[in-house]
T-cell receptor, first 113, second 114 residues
Framework: DQQVKQNSPSLSVQEGRISILNCDYT??????FLWYKKYPAEGPTFLIS?????DKNEDGRFTVFLNKSAKHLSLHIVPSQPGDSAVYFC????????????FGTGTRLTIIP | NAGVTQTPKFRILKIGQSMTLQCTQD?????MYWYRQDPGMGLKLIYY???????DKGEVPNGYNVSRSTTEDFPLRLELAAPSQTSVYFC?????????????FGSGTRLTVV
């Protein structure tokens, strides 16, 4: 039972344009969501997060949007840069518990120069 | 600023052999985790620990054991290696404070069982 889903395994975007990565979840108890970025042969690194009490969180070129009614979140990267080429994982957890993260399967983003 | 350190980076095991994947963190994080990542899949939680002396099973614990005798170290033990355990293993740690729920990951151990 995949509770966190990233339905697009890959995405290609022109440099300078907007990249939009999507994530859906099924468990309505999740109340905290995170995005991680992973380069080959490295561990995932934390990118941005959002609490369920918000619908938007912004950090520089990265913005995460949360739609609780649709159980959907998205990561927007504007403008996209070649260094953004990586695999992006969406993750979710229950903050009232022990905060184990449940990860999606990842989306490979390729920025085309 | 070492963060989370995993050793070894690569290992090839024969079926039935055993090994320990080492993980240590120097950030005084109370929570530590072991995940595995199979090709095309997300990270699956194997075991986790909320503090020294306390461990619990995650989503895919079979074939593995852990211990947490100190805050810093969280080794993962494979007793009888099987081909299904071929994967990339990531250790992570976190500090449970308000507004900071991000994990810090190690760089991974790529294990092949033949």
């Amino acid at each position: 039972d995949q509770q966190v889903k990233q339905n697009s395994p890959s995405l290609s975007v022109q440099e300078g344009r907007i990249s939009i990565l999507n994530c859906d979840y099924t468990n309505s108890m999740f109340d905290y969501f995170l995005w991680y970025k992973k380069y080959p042969a490295e561990g995932p690194t934390f990118l941005i997060s959002i609490s369920s009490i918000k619908d938007k969180n912004e950090d520089g070129r990265f913005t995460v949007f949360l739609n609780k009614s649709a159980k959907h979140l998205s990561l927007h990267i504007v403008p996209s840069q070649p260094g953004d080429s990586a695999v992006y994982f969406c993750a979710a957890c229950f903050t009232f518990g022990n905060e184990k993260l449940t990860f999606g399967t990842g989306t490979r983003l390729t920025i085309i120069p | 600023n070492a963060g989370v350190t995993q050793t070894p980076k690569f290992r090839i095991l024969k079926i039935g052999q055993s090994m320990t994947l080492q993980c240590t963190q120097d950030m005084n994080h109370n929570y530590m985790y072991w995940y595995r990542q199979d090709p095309g899949m997300g990270l699956k939680l194997i075991y986790y620990s909320v503090g020294a002396g306390i461990t619990d099973k995650g989503e895919v614990p079979n074939g593995y054991n852990v211990s947490r005798s100190t805050t810093e170290d969280f080794p993962l033990r494979l007793e009888l290696a099987a081909p299904s355990q071929t994967s990339v293993y990531f250790c992570a740690s976190s500090l449970r404070t308000s507004g900071n729920l991000g994990y810090t990951f190690g760089s991974g151990t790529r294990l092949t069982v033949v």
